[in-house]
């Protein structure tokens, strides 16, 4: 394949698939790794981290419901009470030894905190969780989940979040999730007591 034709390919690749690394593209034109650093260089393409950062950067609204190190995954966009998307790999320290196959849980708490971190309020918490593994996830697979607010109860009501989880295309994780909002009773009931004290 030209040159001109293979950058042209792979900017159009990166387009539709931030998330996919040097290897991946290895794979997908054939070509050695310097070949694929190299076009990237000519096109003025960062690197994976640097695109993610780059991507965070960009993210509309910043997360409210809990510290940004206790989302599990890399926040890649946010729309607080609409949708948001995050990124998960799989290391060695979230699989297990003998099968190389992500521990569960990982799956679920990438999913959960960011069902968390969607919602638009100062502290929310997780009230039910219906999930499905649809198949498992193993050693360097990227997890890209996905969130969406479908329905909010009122400013101290619950929030359902259904989240979907992927690797690739193919779908990996889905949970539908309850999420309690009351942060603002909490910081009411707290100024009404400082109010009875003055």
Known sequence: MPKRQRQQMLAKELEQNPF???EELTRIFKVS???IRLDRLELGIPEL?????LMAERTYDQVRSLPLHEVIGDIIDLQLDKSGISMFEI????VFSRTKIARGHHIFAQANSLAIAVVNNEMALTASADIR?????KLGEKCIAKAYVRSMTGQKGKA??????YVGEEMVF???FLIYRFAN?????GEERHANRD
């Not at 290391?91 to 979230?94: F, S």
């Not at 359902?160 to 989880?165: D, G, L, Q, S």
């Not at 009773?185 to 009931?189: A, T, W």
């Open 20 to 22: 996919v690394t040097d």
């Open 33 to 35: 790794i310097q070949t």
């Open 49 to 53: 981290r640097e695109r993610l950062k």
């Open 91 to 94: 290391k060695e320290e979230h």
């Open 133 to 137: 593994f649809i198949r498992s996830v």
């Open 160 to 165: 359902k979040v259904e989240v979907f989880t």
């Open 174 to 176: 889905q949970g539908n």
């Open 185 to 189: 009773e909490l910081s009411e009931r």
